[in-house]
């Protein structure tokens, strides 16, 4: 998993953690948040490198899930980019609610 990926994963993780198991919950933020290595967290935790690894990987598609049913943080990202445009408020108050139905 790259940078990249590490990025979107923890954005999303912030929309949906809280579905997910306190497992999965702490494997993401110490694999995303921490950058802790599969081993160190495995370490840490006492478990296996690959339950940690299977753990990661299961929180991570079910955040993707969440994403696409919910679209929570694609929303927000869109509410964000007309609030910061230079339309005028009325013209945000408009594309928000055009957003949001």
């Known amino acids: 998993m790259d940078i990249n990926d590490r990025l979107i994963i923890s954005s999303l993780f912030q929309e949906y953690g809280v579905l997910l198991t306190e497992k999965q919950r702490e494997a993401l933020r110490l ?3 921490m950058d802790l290595s599969l081993f160190e967290i495995a370490e840490q935790e006492g478990v296996s490198r690959q339950a940690v690894r299977d753990s990661i990987k299961h ?3 079910s955040l993707f899930e969440y ?3 919910l679209g929570l943080h694609k929303l927000r990202e869109d509410i964000l980019e007309v609030l910061s445009s230079d339309l005028t408020p009325e013209e945000k108050i408009e594309r928000v609610r055009k ?3």
């Open 31 to 33: 694999y995303c948040d």
């Open 67 to 69: 994403e696409e049913k």
């Open 59 to 61: 929180a991570a598609a």
């Open 99 to 101: 957003l949001t139905e």
